[in-house]
């Protein structure tokens, strides 16, 4: 029999030991295996998976195994807090700002393996899953697809789909699911929760009001802070790039974003789940439009995003020097601030975008949470439709 989400949802229990035995089947995945040097076989590990009994057993000691190790060799230290927060038999909606595109999913991951807490779905771009190996891989980790590619008739389609699927995951399964709070990582270092995604939890029953619905799905927001972003170039050129017009991803950028993610230098990383926002949803005025009530939802979502964002030395000094001012000297060294802004000179260096040019986006990439935290103006703010 059909499942009425098989074209989105990950795996069930049933099919992950033929999906395993796909991935070792892969040459691909054997040599990924020998150059990530763990002093691990693919064989030993094909043997190691046949002891699994669930999604959990796969996740903990497969890819928790793989990201934890990267984590510890690119973080000179990972702080966590927030789990008083959440009951570890509730399922939550989990509403994430997105600065990485597979590590920011994996830190609440790596929480609920240490708490031996049950994780929760994870919501991933169809463009990010691009081959057989990826996709078996993602969806034995419980990550469930967003259709990217679409028409605008084709987008409302799968936007309910996934709606659907979501509150099935939540109400029928009790799993906890993330999602990012934006389509797309944010690239300018400003957390802006998009209305569209909000509205899109809503789609699973147009008859109900929209507070209603959000207000049972125990909206958590997630916040993560890294001192450094590990894609900080690459961001910053695609923003240059794109002053004038759209940026187009040449084939495999996606990918080399997510290596980059996994492998690059994060230096410290803070992950705070947050608290969640039943109560203030409560708040929000009934009588509102309902594109009010939705604005109102991701007003309270950022702003306990910014709350509890970890601003760094990096932060500081990126935004004095921007402003030409010392505002913030206090948080800093001039040996930080000199090591900092030599750190930017080179990331700076790339062939088709101005060293000028690509130091200013990527200083605002680390300003920008200075200014979201104090509540500071912003300007050429970043958005997309969701």
Known sequence: M??????????????????????????????????LNMGITAESLREECKTFKSHYDFQKNFAGRFLRYYSDRTTTKVNYSGLENIEPNKAYMFIANHRDIIMDSTYLQLYFFDNDINTSKIAIGDNLVSTPLMLNIAKLNKMFLVKRSASLREKLVNSKELSEYIHYSMFDEHESVWIAQRNGRTKNGIDLTQQGLVKMLTYYDESRDVLDILKEMHITPLTVSYEYEPCDNLKARELALSEHEKYVKKPGEDFNSVCQGIFGFKGEVNFVIGKSIDDEIAQIPTDLRKNDKLTAVCQIIDKQIYANYKLYATNYIAYDYLGNCQEFAEYYTPQQKEAFLHYIDKQSITEDVDAKKMKNYLLNIYANPVKTHFGKNLANQEENDW
């Open 2 to 35: 059909t499942d009425k989400f098989d074209s989105i949802r990950h795996f069930k229990p049933s099919e992950t030991l033929a999906a395993q035995e796909e991935i070792f089947a892969d040459e691909t995945f054997s040599h990924a295996l020998e150059k």
